[in-house]
T-cell receptor
Framework: EAQVTQNPRYLITVTGKKLTVTCSQN?????MSWYRQDPGLGLRQIYY???????DKGDVPEGYKVSRKEKRNFPLILESPSPNQTSLYFC???????????????FGPGTRLTVL | QKEVEQNSGPLSVPEGAIASLNCTYS??????FFWYRQYSGKSPELIMS????GDKEDGRFTAQLNKASQYVSLLIRDSQPSDSATYLC???????????FGTGTSLTVIP
């Protein structure tokens, strides 16, 4: 089944404790992205990756890191989480970005993160 | 100015009616436009994509794009209670690799 998976689905942690949220897709997609969703603010892009070893900042990258060592995986790293990073996080992927119809994004199930 | 704006609603329509959802965007050079449906606590699900001016129909859904007015809409015909969800409008600018989402419109279809 074609899908985007995220782990964990739920996470409660404390301020300053490093964490990683994994994202994996099995559709051979080149483009992958991380979003956070907050009430009243909608979905905001954190980081995206055009391909392996190619990553760039979205609108709200502060406090986050990413890496793209393999095509299928795009982990989100919070080196020192703070309470303002409490949010619902989504990973998404698409075939590409430069051609229309290729840039339809498909989303993972989401990770609800609470930082105390 | 926000990149993408939607009326947050809530929008209520009776079962069987047409629901009309609207979205405006700020960058005139935007090339790709998407509508997603999101049920409470779930991930966004792609409903429609549209890239050129005019209408695009898929089953009960019709997306309409007017680039001159920087306006995208989604019509849902014969609305069903299962259509009750939040609908997100998203835009990909032609000059960049980012996506911008509106804050969503909450739709309730009343049986």
């Amino acid at each position: 089944e074609a899908q985007v998976t995220q782990n964990p689905r739920y996470l409660i942690t404390v301020t300053g404790k490093k964490l990683t949220v994994t994202c994996s897709q099995n559709m051979n997609h080149e483009y992958m992205s991380w979003y956070r969703q907050d009430p009243g603010l909608g979905l905001r892009q954190i980081y995206y990756s055009m391909n392996v070893e190619v990553t760039d900042k979205g609108d709200v990258p502060e406090g986050y890191k990413v890496s793209r060592k393999e095509k299928r995986n795009f982990p989100l790293i919070l080196e020192s989480p703070s309470p303002n990073q409490t949010s619902l996080y989504f990973c998404a992927s698409s075939f590409g970005i430069t051609r229309t119809s290729y840039n339809e994004q498909f989303f993972g199930p989401g990770t609800r993160l609470t930082v105390l | 100015q926000k990149e993408v704006e939607q009326n947050s609603g809530p929008l209520s329509v009776p079962e069987g009616a047409i629901a009309s959802l609207n979205c405006t965007y700020s960058d005139r050079g935007s090339q790709s436009f998407f509508w997603y449906r999101q049920y409470s606590g779930k991930s966004p699900e792609l409903i429609m994509s549209i890239y050129s001016n005019g209408d695009k129909e898929d089953g009960r859904f019709t997306a309409q794009l007017n680039k001159a007015s920087q306006y995208v809409s989604l019509l849902i015909r014969d609305s069903q209670p299962s259509d009750s969800a939040t609908y997100l409008c998203a835009v990909n600018k032609g000059t960049g690799n980012q996506f911008y989402f509106g804050t969503g419109t909450s739709l309730t279809v009343i049986p």
